[in-house]
């Protein structure tokens, strides 16, 4: 069955450390997207791709980058952890259309100390 | 800046019960709004979602009604059920955005048996 998976599950850093998140899908969808998600806030869009070699910037993308060098994988790097940072992560994929339906993989929890 | 606003945060509801939880949105330009379901420990998934050209849908126990003019819409789930206990954001987006997606804060439902 397709799926998509993150990883790791849990991440532990200190700041300043770059981090990097991985999401892969198996669904062959050109969308893909990085929302973090913080109580009080929903899920908040950090950056997002329409297909291989695009990325664009979301909500909150500040100290945050994506590379999408294939279809499936889009990681999401922290350039410099900041405890600002500490939040659950979800990577999404859809198909092109925009009233399709969005798919989320299980999350990342990362806390920064 | 909160383009879907979410109401309430919290819903204690009894088995049986009906639960509504309300959102309303900024941007006239979203033409796509669905409902995500999210269990503890797992990424949000697709409930139901409705188009702004009918003022009403149902699946099952899950009803959206959608008022444009208003720019309001809201989830009802009838004869709620102690397996609905979860967390449930509405969101928005346009079609042509390719299901990136804003949104509301989240509301915590809890179904007492």
């Known amino acids: 069955d397709a799926e998509i998976t993150q990883s790791p599950r849990h991440k532990i850093t200190e700041t300043g450390r770059q981090v990097t998140l991985a999401c892969h899908q198996t669904?062959?969808?050109?969308?893909m997207f990085w929302y973090r998600q913080d109580l009080g806030h929903g899920l908040r869009l950090i950056h997002y791709?329409?297909?291989?070699?695009?990325?664009n910037k979301g909500e909150v993308s500040d100290g945050y980058s994506v590379s999408r060098s294939n279809t499936e994988d889009l990681p999401l790097t922290l350039e410099s952890a900041a405890s600002s940072q500490t939040s659950v992560y979800f990577c999404?994929?859809?198909?092109?259309?925009?009233?399709?339906?969005?798919?989320f993989g299980q999350g990342t929890r990362l806390t920064v100390v | 800046q909160q383009q879907v606003k979410q109401s309430p945060q919290s819903l204690i509801v009894q088995k049986g019960g009906i639960s509504i939880i309300n959102c309303a949105y900024e941007?006239?330009?979203?033409?796509?709004f669905p409902w995500y379901q999210q269990f503890p420990g797992k990424g949000p998934a697709l409930l139901i979602a409705?188009?702004?050209?009918?003022s009403e849908k149902k699946e099952g126990r899950f009803t959206i009604s959608f008022n444009k003019s208003a720019k309001q819409f809201s989830l009802h789930i009838m004869d709620s059920q102690p397996g609905d206990s979860a967390t449930y954001f509405c969101?928005?987006?346009?079609?042509?955005?390719?299901?990136?997606?804003?949104f509301g804060e989240g509301t915590q439902l809890t179904v007492n048996p």
């Open positions: 999404a994929s859809s198909g092109a259309k925009g009233d399709t339906e969005a798919f």
């Open positions: 791709s329409y297909g291989v070699h695009d990325t």
């Open positions: 969101a928005a987006s346009r079609e042509t955005s390719g299901s990136r997606l804003t």
């Open positions: 669904w062959n969808h050109n969308n």
């Open positions: 409705i188009r702004p050209d009918v």
């Open positions: 941007n006239t330009a979203f033409d796509y």
